[in-house]
């Protein structure tokens, strides 16, 4: 958090730049009630071989890559 406080006035044009979004300005809102999301249910075959289920997500900015997409070069 220091290195944010920091450099606040390089990161915050960008992320908001990039996200459209003044997040000063915003509250994120984060719903994680499972029991809302409208998808097609599974046929009781497929449903049998659902153990879990995994989401990832990953970001990266234009020229500069993070995590997975770092590379030497």
Not at 29 to 49: G, I, R, V, Y
């Amino acid at each position: 958090m220091d290195s944010y406080a920091t450099f606040d006035g390089l990161f915050t044009p960008v992320i908001i730049d990039y996200h459209k979004v003044d997040f000063r300005k915003t509250a994120h809102e984060s719903d994680m009630d499972h029991t809302k999301l409208n998808c097609p249910p599974f046929s009781e075959e497929d449903a049998k071989m659902i153990r879990s289920t995994r989401i990832r997500v990953g970001r990266n900015l234009a020229d500069y890559p993070l995590g997975p997409g770092i590379t030497k070069e």
